[in-house]
């Protein structure tokens, strides 16, 4: 474990272009003309900054310029144009792409990029809006990409109006998202077919679900298997995610770097064996700079069948960027990695500054990158000897520091996420420290198994079955140990909520002692 001090951040060229692109992106400009002016700012102030060359000080300029960018291309997110007659909501006719499609409990919620709207009855004009509505019936087979026609009751989104409760508003108006409301299943008219990949998938998925269900010993144990396996999370009980919230294994719940590092690794060893085997030039170091660059399409495949969820979509970035650095010989830097994720998923999609879940999967890797090496090195325990000539005692030794570089790990995980984890949740899991030396080894076979099973799944679903019957149990295994650690006394804690002071006095502490010599 290697630690970083403040001069290394200045070393490594993408970290400060991350944060002030990030920095940009929360400063909501609120309209499309001022998020130009942002845009054309930073344009200038770019131009500007390369013309002047190596100037002292330019470089600031230049991290000017991407704040100022990150937060024009926030405004243009956010932007949205709304005829008056809608303004107050009411009944209206809606035209546009579905671009989320979530089914639970016997409902179905939309996401409706509105590009014609008119209230009921009226013309309908030319807008640019969001809608999330939701309609009760399990009847309603859509898929995102098609083009549909809808009556709904529109609701304007607005702030929470009780004290305390968590507002999803500011965030939905940062995706352009200017409704919620409701529509009947019968009063929806698609127009155009979906996307025959997508069908093509959904139909896999629906083989998998039966074929897992099949072999699975109970079904809470075929939904988590499915959970890791094709993203159905919504299958899952919701008492089961309150027990891996209480016991700090909530990100097993979604596929993030855990699980796109897991299958990462495992696919390259398996390609650079397979390789090694084949004989001939394949032999030597020649074979790891074919299976990195290789084992990219697996990880973003695995991506995409899970339903490109925002962390998975940051680890992937890294693993590709870890991945081709190999087959260039090169060396992986986990904070560049980092920061090349959060340039792209910025730059891409500048709302997800405030996603939840992507905050806390960042955090997490970050306190990995900074945190865990200052927390291994407060530990009174000596790194083992590699000279050690007694075989036992060596190797008692290296599991001693796997379990403490584990347990430092689920620490700083556990420490950088706190401000947004009390904020959010109002407890923070105990369990979790001992909980994740425990089933973290477990969780990355768990991860192999579900990635493999649907790989072998789409080719030959016979071969598949032992596969998937394995995973299925390993899943039975794991909600066992969940529900052990959640039983425990004080397995979760009640915090209060942290005000912004608090919160950056709190991460500037912190990061002195990460970073401090």
């Known amino acids: 474990m290697v630690r970083y001090a403040w001069r290394d951040l200045g070393t490594r060229p993408l970290f ?66 709304i005829p008056p007659a809608l303004t107050e909501g009411g009944g209206a006719v809606l035209e546009g792409e579905v671009e989320r499609v979530e089914r639970f409990d016997g409902a179905t919620r939309l996401r409706l990029a509105v590009a014609r709207a008119g209230p009921l009855p009226g013309p309908q004009v030319p807008v640019r809006f969001r809608a999330s509505l939701s309609g009760q019936g399990d009847g309603l087979d859509l898929q995102p990409g098609q083009r549909v026609r809808v009556e709904a009751r529109l609701v304007p989104d607005a702030p929470p109006s ?50 897992v269900r099949g072999v699975a010993p109970s079904p809470d144990a075929a939904a988590l298997f499915l959970t890791l396996a094709a993203g159905q999370r919504a299958d899952l009980d919701a008492s089961w995610e309150d027990a891996f919230s209480r016991a700090g294994l909530a990100h097993v719940l979604s596929v993030s770097g855990l699980h796109v590092a897991a299958l990462a690794l495992m696919t390259l060893a398996l390609l650079r064996r397979g390789l090694v085997r084949l004989g001939g030039r394949w032999r030597g170091w020649e074979a790891r700079r074919v299976a990195a660059p290789a084992a990219v399409p697996f990880v973003w495949a ?25 087959g260039l010989w090169r060396r992986a830097d986990g904070l560049n990695g980092l920061s090349l994720a959060a340039l792209v998923l910025v730059a891409w999609t500048p709302s997800s ?40 005692k060596r190797w008692a030794a290296k599991g001693r520091e796997t379990v403490a570089q584990t347990l430092c790990a689920s620490a700083a995980a556990t420490l950088v996420g706190l401000p947004v ?57 794991l909600l066992v140990l969940t ?19 608090l919160a950056l006095a709190y991460a500037v502490g912190l990061g002195c002692w990460a970073l401090g010599s």
């Open 162 to 211: 009780n004290p305390g409760e968590r507002d999803f508003a500011s965030a939905r108006r940062r995706q352009g998202v200017a409704f919620t409301g409701g529509f009947a299943p019968g009063r929806l008219l698609a127009l155009s077919p979906a996307p025959a990949w997508r069908l093509a998938l959904e139909d896999v998925r629906g083989r998998l679900g039966q074929a």
């Open 483 to 501: 529900r052990g650690f959640a039983s425990v006394p004080f397995a979760a804690v009640e915090v209060p909520g942290f005000g912004p002071l």
């Open 16 to 81: 400060f272009p991350a944060l002030s692109l990030t920095l940009g992106a929360l400063w909501a400009t609120g309209t499309g003309s001022a998020a130009g002016v942002f845009l054309l700012c930073a344009l200038c102030l770019g131009l500007a900054g390369t013309a002047l060359g190596p100037l002292p000080g330019v470089h600031l300029g230049v991290l000017g310029a991407l704040a100022l960018m990150g937060a024009g291309l926030s405004g243009f997110e956010a932007r949205v144009d």
């Open 421 to 477: 984890v009390a904020t959010a949740f109002g407890r923070v899991s105990l369990a979790g420290l001992v909980s994740n030396i425990v089933a973290l080894p477990l969780c990355g076979v768990l991860t192999g198994l579900a990635a493999g099973g649907a790989a072998l799944f789409v080719v030959a679903p016979v071969i598949a079955t032992p596969v998937l019957w394995a995973g299925a149990w390993a899943s039975e295994l």
């Open 353 to 392: 500054v405030v996603d939840l879940s992507l905050r806390l999967s960042f955090l997490a890797v970050l306190g990995l990158v900074l945190l865990s090496p200052a927390l291994r090195e407060a530990l009174p325990l000596p790194p083992p000897d590699p000279s050690e000539p007694r075989r036992l």
């Open 302 to 326: 695995y991506v995409l069948f899970t339903g490109t969820q925002a962390p998975a979509v940051r680890s992937a970035v890294m693993a590709t960027a870890v991945l081709l650095g190999l």
